[in-house]
């Protein structure tokens, strides 16, 4: 799909971030040309200037690889992803070891520019390529009781040197609520600046929940369970009164230890102001409603 574009560019040496901005220079003088097999999702995505490869794959939290942000660039190429198979189970019609490529097969990719907001207060804007969740689910069939949606990533001590530390209750572990999981924002990314997605990013395939704190964003998922009862959560088991299940980026309701009104963004340099931070991370009109009459404060 995407690839084809990029493929059409002349300069070799360009990094992923510059051919990408020209690909989408080339895109928008196609724009009247009728070629429409862009994808055009999240209409919040226009206007947002994407970080650099070089930052989104070198500044990362994935502490199966160590809690230093230069850890997971440094040590991630121990994880084996190739063959890699998903297990789908729980409360689905069709559960099954699912194999990477054979879903691959089966998903349209499609590009998705996210702000990407973490709870320690910093940020990003990343352009994932991937695809939605909910294709993925109704390939395995979602039965009626399911109400959640639990994940878990591989837990392989010998290819991930940070799972000798207690550090998390391994694997590590997320959830979603069913209409959370089924909403067309939340995607699996495969890609990053049409780049199969890098070790420390999550290869081959992880969440992300663009109007949740970025720890929802589970990466390297091998299991994937429907249930009807809320699942427990690896920094909400560690930590509960800091580390809710919803987390979902708001401003108004400061982590106990730190104000989360503002973020840092990534690659502003030293002195830049910090930004505020937006309601459910700018995506505020499209989720708002899945948290109709919940009180956000209580439900952090
Ligand atoms: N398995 C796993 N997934 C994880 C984490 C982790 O430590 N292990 N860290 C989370 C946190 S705190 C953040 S902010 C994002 C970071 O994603 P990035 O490194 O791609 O920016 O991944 C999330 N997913
Ligand atoms: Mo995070």
């Known amino acids: 799909m995407a690839h084809r574009w990029t493929n059409t560019l002349t300069h070799a040496d360009v990094t992923p971030r510059e051919a990408f901005l020209n690909r989408r220079q080339v895109m928008a003088g196609l724009a009247g040309v009728g070629l429409t097999a862009m994808a055009k999702p999240a209409a919040a995505q226009d206007g947002l200037e994407p970080n650099t490869w070089e930052e989104i794959t070198t500044y990362n939290n994935y502490y199966e690889f160590g809690t230093g942000k230069d850890d997971p660039a440094k040590y991630a190429h121990t994880l084996v992803t190739e063959p890699w198979s998903v297990t789908i189970d729980g409360l689905v019609d069709r559960p099954g070891d699912y194999d990477f490529q054979a879903i691959l097969s089966e998903m349209t990719i499609e590009e998705r520019i996210y702000r990407f907001r973490c709870v320690e ?152 102001s910090r930004k505020p931070t937006l309601m459910f991370n700018g995506y505020e009109q499209e989720v708002a409603s899945l948290y109709e009459g919940m009180d956000l404060a209580k439900n952090y």
Do not use: C
């Open 121 to 272: 207060a910093w940020s990003m804007v990343i352009p994932w390529n991937g695809f939605e969740l909910a294709d993925l689910l109704n390939m395995a069939g979602v039965q009626d009781g399911a109400k959640y949606v639990a994940f878990e990533t591989a837990y392989r001590p010998d290819e991930m040197p940070g799972t000798r530390f207690p550090v998390l209750d391994w694997p590590y572990r997320e959830g979603l609520r069913l209409d959370e999981a089924m909403h067309p924002l939340t995607i699996m990314a495969t890609g990053i600046y049409d780049r199969p997605i890098p070790n420390q990013n999550g290869a081959p395939l992880r969440l992300v929940v663009p109007w949740k704190y970025g720890f929802k964003s589970i990466k390297s998922i091998v299991r994937i369970t429907l249930t009807e009862d809320e699942p427990p959560t690896s920094w909400n088991m560690s930590n509960p009164r800091e580390y809710g299940f919803y987390s979902n980026v708001n401003p108004n309701v400061d982590h106990p230890r730190w104000s989360q009104a503002s973020e840092r963004e990534i690659g502003g340099g030293l002195f830049a």
